[in-house]
């Protein structure tokens, strides 16, 4: 299975982006979707996610500007960021938790996938 990200750039402060991420592979089943980032000297954070049971949530830091959705038919999610900000600076990631056939083996649990990483820059 991989995680193929897309769409970052550079975007003045104010404008949009929409990154997409396509999983490709054997894929049986996706219980969540999610993108991350993560700044120079912090930490990976939680942006937003989609959870088959737990639903759909933000960081506060993003409620309101960012839009998270999925294509199931497409095995694919997208993350459309408006009102961008400075602070929104950061490598993005995607991530998906999947049920997946590897090697000819189905896993028994659910796996974590990660995409490469897109840079979105956002220049005040």
């Known amino acids: 299975v991989q995680l193929q990200a897309s769409g970052g750039g550079l975007v003045q402060a104010g404008g949009s982006l929409r990154l997409s991420c396509v999983a490709s592979?054997?894929?049986?089943?996706?219980?969540?979707v999610a993108w991350y980032r993560q700044s120079p000297g912090k930490e990976r954070e939680l942006v937003a996610r989609i959870d088959t049971i737990a639903g759909t949530n933000y960081a506060d830091s993003v409620q309101g500007r960012f839009t998270i959705s999925r294509d199931i038919t497409k095995n694919a999610v997208y993350l459309q960021m408006n009102n961008l900000k400075y602070e929104d600076t950061a490598v993005y990631y995607c991530?998906?938790?999947?049920?997946?056939?590897?090697?000819?083996?189905?896993?028994?649990?659910?796996?974590?996938?990660w995409g490469q990483g897109t840079l979105v820059t956002v220049s005040s």
């Open positions: 991530n998906m938790l999947m049920r997946a056939v590897e090697n000819g083996i189905l896993s028994s649990l659910p796996n974590n996938y």
């Open positions: 592979g054997s894929i049986l089943s996706t219980d969540r």
